[in-house]
């Protein structure tokens, strides 16, 4: 279910059975969100639509709250990942010259 077209289905059912939970039909979700009847239609059908159209949906069915989950607060910034100097990973080369000898 990780592929792109069954995420779009399995949201598109999502939004259905929030719809029908508030006894609205496709035109009713349409008109209150203020998009076209065939984006619902899409949006449900699971053929994509905008994230603006899919924003303005989840206001009126009460669920902006999972835009949050797509794109969670930064702890860090980039900026400071940047500044961050990263742990080494392994160790520096030696010169032949001054490297220890490996014979037993």
């Known amino acids: 279910m990780n592929d792109p077209d069954s995420l779009e289905q399995e949201l598109g059912r999502q939004l ?3 719809r ?19 984006v619902v239609k899409n949006l449900e059908g699971g053929r994509g639509s905008t994230i603006r ?18 794109a969670p607060a930064v702890s860090i910034s ?9 742990p080494r ?10 490297a220890p000898s490996r014979e037993l």
């Open 20 to 38: 029908l939970r508030l006894n609205l039909d496709q035109r009713q979700l349409a008109e209150q969100a203020g998009i076209a009847l065939n």
């Open 53 to 70: 159209s899919l924003a303005q949906v989840l206001r009126v069915l009460d669920r902006a709250d999972w835009l949050s989950t797509l």
């Open 89 to 98: 990973r392994r160790a520096s080369r030696q010169n032949k010259e001054t």
């Open 16 to 18: 259905r059975v929030l």
């Open 78 to 86: 980039p900026v400071q990942m940047l500044r961050t100097k990263a």
